[in-house]
């Protein structure tokens, strides 16, 4: 407090004294003096601070004075919360005091609700250099928590105060701390100490843990020790905990470790130079090795010395017409694409064309090659023999060129393809009896264009690449002599076998195999010439006896049809029908499904259902699809009626080319003869009941009617009731008691029961024979 302030205090003393002292003629009271104040106050001649308790007031110029002195009372650092109530009065106007006060004073700040005087910063400040003095460094952070100040605050004061009252520099890397002269030498003498320890790569986060030091302190040393030639050494990758630190002296043991192993070897390994410490071999090489050209590999980098080797090689194979593996000259980690690469090097040097590179590292000579596809003749003719016995080559030629293949059926030798167009214009204009070769042609021509891209020219090749093409591009390709054969017979051969590689041995049957697949070829189709004569007359009979099968059994079809309709019921012909559809008819349709498709191979040798019957219509020209699809549908028909209409177009040209044959009495009679004794030569041997009662059953109906009857042994009891008028009482009483014992021998489940039927059954079989029989000469005597 200043004298002039100590004086004001002791006039206003005096002054007082003097006032009590003095006797006034006139007082006043207390009320008084209270109106008198509001007065002042209310106009405004007098301005006051009431405390929070409206027992007092003071002038705003005595609170700023109060203030003041409590700031000074707590050592320049007061919270204007804790201020109010220590004045009495209400917070809002010590913060507009507090706040006019610090813009009319430059010593004191508000800083978070607080009112701070310059004599405290100056205090926290000696503290703070007493606290490097000690530690050496200190950061905002910390002090931050020690002050509870904002830490750009703390950061601002200690700025202004570095050289004066802070005897510190801020850290380069941090600018959030600060360390004496003193800690910055001790660390940079940590470092330097520990890093000339070092002989090898060691990771930063290894070394701050062992020296105790923070990572921006390290880099800092490390560069000022680098920068002044007093360490030597490298870090890895980009500055951080995880970098690798490199010293000088490791580098140096590196290179002439390298140095060492390339003038005994002649080549640079990458995986040693990797197990020595280096990080990045191939970037090693280039650098440190540019003067000597080496080849860069994927494990290694080789010199001329290796080069010279495989060279000599490749002279020594010339020479002999042999082969040589160059792998066990290359070094160890050289792998086949290494030797590869190698190879095309040396060879392109060379120039040399008679050589062939087989799994990568097995160089071969053409002439080696033509002396190993000699020991093929013996199997080629083989193979070829066996091909041609089996009809696999005449299937291949049918399937890689149809319409001429189908017109040899009628020629006995092989015709240019223009020849062959023409005989089938004249053909098809003259026309041929009883399902001849008109049909046949006219067949031919519709699936021309479903298989005329698998025409494939052998003699057009002699290159894998086109055999290749070939077959990806869909047609069928015949192997007579295929890889694995080629295999079986190069691992046979000394120099092959004694490489033990089955990929060598792969690659050169791959390359052979277009060569000895011609070679083949050409054996079969000298072959096949020589037997297609007779190919064709087998063909021709099989035809024959194929149309004979259909007339045969369509006219059996139609005198079942007359046989089912012998009775009655509607009902028992659509059953009867259904039946003959599903077995005669079926088998007929069978018939004709195969011979349309017999040329198509993904057919071949799969039994015929409705689902591949339906695959077969939608895979046939169009010309063909509607009549084999209604003739399909016709097989789940209730009656005969769709499927006789359709048949002799399913028959016909364009399908089988058969012409049905017109039916007499005269055929239509030994048609039931042989019905006749096909059924009695089938009941003479028969042992099982049931078919013996339904054999009977079909023979009488036959002799009754005059007409033949397709039905199975559940048609029976249908059968029966038919014939009952027609057969004498004990005729008829003895066929409707076995078929009762017939039901019930497989209706019955106690054995003992069924054993006695059984018995029964046996005992009158002969009986039921005998009525089949004589069944016609009792028929005559009755009449």
């Not at 917070?91 to 609700?113: D, F, P, Q, T």
């Not at 002989?199 to 923070?214: A, D, H, M, W, Y």
């Not at 079986?488 to 004694?498: A, P, R, S």
């Not at 005729?731 to 069924?754: C, G, I, P």
Request: aromatic content about 6%.
């Amino acid at each position: 407090m200043s004298a002039t302030d100590w004086e004001e205090i002791k006039r206003l003393a005096a002054d007082f004294q003097r006032a009590q002292l003095t006797s006034s003629v006139q007082r006043l009271s207390e009320q008084n003096c209270i109106d008198i104040i509001n007065r002042l106050i209310n106009s405004k001649q007098l301005e006051v601070v009431f405390t929070t308790d409206g027992k007092e007031y003071i002038t705003p110029q005595h609170l700023v004075k109060e203030i003041k002195d409590e700031l000074f009372v707590h050592q320049g650092r007061i919270n204007l919360v804790e201020l109010a109530k220590i004045l009495s009065v209400d917070l809002s106007v010590i913060s507009v005091r507090a706040s006019e006060l610090e813009k009319s004073s430059g010593a004191i700040c508000i800083v978070n609700g607080q009112l701070i005087h310059n004599s405290y910063l100056n205090l926290i400040c000696e503290e703070i250099n007493e606290k490097l003095k000690i530690k050496g460094r200190v950061t905002i952070t910390e002090l931050t928590g020690q002050y509870d100040l904002p830490s750009d605050f703390i950061l601002n004061v200690i700025t202004k105060q570095l050289g004066k009252i802070i005897k510190a520099q801020q850290d380069p890397h941090d600018s959030r701390a600060f360390f004496t002269e003193h800690f910055k030498k001790r660390s940079i003498s940590l470092v330097k100490g520990g890093l000339l320890a070092i002989t090898k790569p060691t990771s930063v986060s290894t070394i701050l843990s062992i020296f105790g030091i923070e990572e921006h302190l390290f880099y800092f040393a490390l560069n000022y020790l680098n920068e002044s030639k007093e360490t030597s050494g490298s870090i890895s990758g980009k500055e951080g905990i995880n970098s690798i630190y490199t010293p000088a002296v490791y580098t140096k043991s590196q290179f002439e470790w390298v140095k060492n192993f390339y003038a005994q070897n002649g080549y640079l390994e990458y995986s040693a130079l990797s197990r020595i410490g280096i990080s990045n071999p191939v970037k090693f090489v280039e650098k440190n090795f540019q003067n000597l050209n080496l080849i860069k590999l994927d494990s290694c980098a080789v010199g001329q010395l290796i080069f010279d080797q495989v060279e000599a090689a490749i002279d020594d194979v010339i020479q002999t017409a042999t082969l040589v593996n160059i792998l066990p000259i290359l070094p160890t980690v050289a792998d086949e694409k290494d030797a590869e690469f190698i190879l095309h090097h040396v060879m392109k040097k060379k120039s040399c064309q008679s050589l062939h590179i087989f799994n990568s590292s097995v160089v071969v000579t053409d002439q080696y090659l033509r002396n190993l596809m000699k020991i093929f003749d013996e199997e080629i003719e083989k193979k070829a023999k066996e091909c041609v016995s089996s009809g696999a080559y005449l299937k291949f030629m049918t399937a890689q060129d149809k319409p001429s293949h189908k017109t040899s059926m009628d020629d006995d030798k092989f015709e240019s393809k223009a020849d062959k167009k023409e005989e089938r214009r004249k053909k098809a204009s003259e026309g041929k009896g009883g399902g001849g070769t008109q049909g046949r042609e006219t067949k031919t021509k519709s699936t021309k264009k479903k298989y005329g891209k698998t025409v494939h020219n052998d003699d057009n090749s002699d290159d894998d690449k086109r055999g290749k093409s070939k077959n990806e591009g869909g047609s069928k390709k015949l192997e007579i002599l295929d890889i694995e054969d080629i295999k079986k017979i190069l691992n046979g051969v000394d120099l092959i076998e004694e490489e033990d590689s089955e990929e060598l041995v792969e690659e050169i049957a791959n390359h052979l195999y277009p060569k000895l697949h011609k070679q083949a070829q050409e054996s079969a189709k000298t072959m096949y010439e020589s037997t297609i004569a007779a190919t064709n007359q087998n063909r021709r009979k099989k035809y024959t006896e194929m149309q004979d099968k259909l007339n045969d059994l369509i006219l059996k079809i139609r005198l079942f049809e007359r046989g089912y309709k012998q009775f009655p019921s509607k009902d028992v012909q659509q059953q009867l029908a259904k039946y003959l559809l599903k077995t005669i008819c079926t088998d007929v349709t069978n018939e004709i499904f195969t011979y349309v498709v017999q040329d198509d191979g993904k057919f071949e040798g799969k039994e015929m259902t409705n689902d591949l019957r339906t695959k077969i219509v939608n895979s046939v020209p169009n010309d063909q699809k509607d009549v084999l699809n209604t003739l399909n549908k016709s097989l789940s028909s209730s009656t005969l009626d769709d499927f006789l209409n359709i048949i002799e177009d399913a028959v016909g040209p364009g399908f089988c080319d058969v012409l049905l044959k017109k039916t007499d009495k005269k055929k239509e009679r030994s048609q039931l003869l042989e019905r006749r004794q096909q059924l009695l030569d089938h009941i003479n041997v028969a042992s099982d009941s049931a078919l013996v009662l339904q054999l009977a059953s079909l023979i009488v109906f036959q002799e009754v009617t005059q007409t033949m009857l397709h039905a199975s042994g559940r048609f029976v009891s249908t059968i029966l009731p038919f014939l009952e008028p027609n057969l004498p009482a004990d005729q008829y009483s003895a066929l409707k008691r076995y078929h009762d014992l017939v039901l019930k021998l497989l209706t019955t489940s106690n054995s003992n029961e069924k054993s006695e039927t059984q018995t029964s059954l046996e005992e009158e079989m002969a009986s039921i024979k005998e009525i089949a029989v004589t069944f016609k000469k009792n028929v005559q005597t009755r009449d």
